[in-house]
């Protein structure tokens, strides 16, 4: 039975992080068409007119993934075949597994069973997404070099330099998060943050942490290589970069991965800085607002209400992204460098010790 | 039951839907032989031949070398994070001490040159 619930606890976990990529996907079409005020992608249909009428919405959302699903896998022929093969899988993987251990609710109450809402509840949460998202350079770096091509070359060494620059200032950032909560484990993160501050303002790490939010949004977007720290495939110059050599559905998966990335960014900055799963003034048997009012919920009310608040506040950090993602130019190179290393990282290590001495000096006021 | 448990579940099952979709195109799509659909793209010209043994920028090198130096600073950083409240003033000072010495580290690189791109 215990197996049988994690299982579908992960077939959640994952269908959640599927939907979302598909739904970005569509999002990010027809949200820069928004932005650059043109239509966007507006008619599918299936089999070449198959059907009477235009599918209309369901472009993207269908017809993206199946298109290139039936594409045909192209190997170029002076390519390391294997490493070909791997790139894409090592590239999704460890990120499909990411989100595991992010926390969608609080617990789900069935009779007597209590259903932790967290595909995997390991104490190291925190750890174990830094380590899958850094996984995410060897999708790069074996793509770029399997493919033989000077441009995927060229993709794969510039994006190996940014991710691994970038993944100190992520680091250091969530060292100090890690400072305030004194925690690893995200759905225990995610529980602190139900507590009142001054017994008005929800106790989010956005209210403790607020540079380490910038810090970790901006490396977070740099880490997913999107515009406009998207030099490993920038166009322009590189054609596509790493995944140039890629056709079908082995393209699809690196394109996804940026996707996912972006979802994982907003999963972290929901379950870090915005209370994850938490409602305002929502405990687990109803609403208690300040001044003593209360009203009452049923216990299965609270953990959709809560499903639904993780979801929106994860939604709403995807659009931010995508509108970062429309709004930049592309840096130049020795800029994107100069950010990480010059910037990302002295704040990062001045905002570690701050944060450490004033946790010491103020025992009392921090949330422990 | 043992979280690492539903973690390799989480594992195994991320494992045969990336497996699937990855080779999807290979499953689904057409098989046709082409000689210049072999080739690799060079934007329309002869390609140049193989990048194996090709030189490119010691930057990157060096990059990943003081990626190790200060991501390994970062590693230590969390198990020290997380009791940080039990060890108090002596174990910021300790910190504060190992801290220091990479800051030096890095004011160094810095004064050198290795972080400039040009």
């Known amino acids: 039975m215990d197996l049988l619930i994690s299982f579908v606890l992960a077939l959640v976990a994952l269908l959640i992080l599927l939907q979302l990529t598909v739904l970005l996907l569509w999002v990010e079409r027809k949200g820069s068409a928004l932005i650059q005020d043109r239509v966007g992608a507006n008619r599918a249909n299936l089999f070449g007119g198959l059907l009477p009428f235009n599918l209309g919405i369901v472009n993207t959302l269908m017809a993206d993934p199946l298109k290139l699903f039936h594409k045909e896998d192209v190997i170029p022929k002076d390519a390391d075949k294997f490493l070909h093969w791997l790139a894409p899988f090592i590239a999704v993987l460890p990120l499909f597994v990411t989100f595991a251990v992010v926390p969608f609710g609080d617990v789900l109450v069935i009779g007597d069973r209590v259903i932790n809402l967290q595909a995997a509840n390991v104490n190291v949460g925190l750890l174990f997404v830094l380590g899958m998202v850094s996984l995410g350079v060897y999708g790069v770096v074996i793509g770029g070099w399997a493919s033989n091509s000077r441009y995927a070359f060229l993709g794969g060494v510039r994006g190996s330099a940014q991710m691994i620059s970038y993944e100190i200032g992520m680091g250091l950032a969530l060292v100090a998060v890690v400072l305030t909560y004194g925690t690893l484990d995200l759905q225990q993160i995610a529980r602190e943050q139900g507590k009142l501050m001054w017994g008005v303002i929800p106790a989010w790490g956005v209210f403790y942490q607020p540079l380490a939010l910038v810090l970790f949004f901006i490396a977070g977007i740099a880490e997913s290589k999107r515009p406009p720290f998207d030099l490993p495939e920038a166009e322009s110059e590189l054609v596509a970069g790493f995944y140039t050599e890629y056709s079908g559905s082995k393209q699809s998966m690196f394109m996804m991965s940026d996707f996912i990335e972006v979802a994982i960014v907003a999963a972290l900055v929901t379950t870090l800085f915005f209370g994850g799963w938490q409602v305002p003034y929502l405990q687990r048997d109803g609403f208690h607002f300040p001044g003593g009012f209360f009203v009452g919920v049923p216990s299965l009310v609270v953990t959709i209400l809560q499903v639904v608040s993780f979801l929106v506040k994860l939604f709403i950090f995807c659009w931010l992204q995508i509108l970062v993602r429309w709004t930049y130019p592309r840096m130049r190179y020795d800029q994107l460098m100069n950010l990480g290393w010059k910037r990302l990282l002295p704040i990062g290590l001045a905002n570690v010790v701050v944060t450490a001495v004033l946790v010491l000096a103020l025992e009392g006021f921090t949330i422990k | ?118």
């Open chain 2, 1 to 118: 039951m043992n979280p690492y448990i539903a973690l390799l579940i989480s594992f195994a099952l991320c494992a045969i839907v990336a497996g699937i979709m990855c080779g999807a195109s290979w499953l689904l799509g057409p098989k046709v032989e082409n000689k210049a659909k072999s080739e690799i793209f060079e934007t329309g010209n002869p390609p140049l031949g193989s990048i194996r043994g090709i030189r490119f920028p010691v930057k990157f090198y060096l990059t990943a070398i003081l990626f190790v130096v200060f991501d390994i600073e970062v590693v230590f950083m969390y198990p020290w994070a997380v009791v940080f409240r039990r060890l108090g003033w002596m174990g910021l000072g300790e910190m504060a001490v190992f801290v220091a010495v990479l800051a030096v580290g890095l004011a160094y690189v810095w004064r050198v040159g290795a972080l400039e791109w040009d």
